[in-house]
């Protein structure tokens, strides 16, 4: 069975850095596009990247220039390098892949979510 375990969410000031982390593990054949998504407070879930399998990344307007989204093929590992956070980027951000099993059909799987809080 294929899960999504994310990490590294907390508690951060205004201008500060976090990364997260979002690890794929069970029977995987393939990880195609990787990404992350966020849902602030009272809000609907918005993408913030997306990185493909050959390394082509995109990023929502809002953190461009301060979000890197980057992967290890290797460990089947997904990152998030937020930096120079706002409080506006307060939410529960969600780890996302396409994945195809050994054993099953390809489709997405989602982490359980992290909460990142940035106070002002």
């Known amino acids: 069975q294929v899960q999504l375990v994310e990490s590294g969410g907390g508690l951060v000031q205004a201008g500060g850095s976090l990364r997260l982390s979002c690890a794929a593990s069970?029977?995987?054949?393939?990880?195609?596009?990787m990404g992350w998504y966020r849902q602030p407070p009272g809000k609907q879930r918005e993408l913030v990247a997306v990185?493909?399998?050959?390394?082509?990344?995109n990023y929502a307007d809002s953190v461009k220039g301060r979000f890197t989204i980057f992967r290890d093929n290797a460990k089947n590992t997904v990152y998030l390098q937020m930096n120079s956070l706002k409080p506006e980027d307060t939410a529960v951000y969600y780890c996302?892949?396409?994945?195809?099993?050994?054993?099953?059909?390809?489709?997405?799987?989602w982490g359980q979510g992290t909460q990142v809080t940035v106070s002002s």
């Open positions: 990185i493909t399998s050959g390394g082509n990344t």
């Open positions: 996302d892949a396409d994945i195809t099993p050994y054993d099953a059909r390809r489709r997405d799987y």
């Open positions: 069970g029977s995987i054949f393939s990880i195609n596009a």
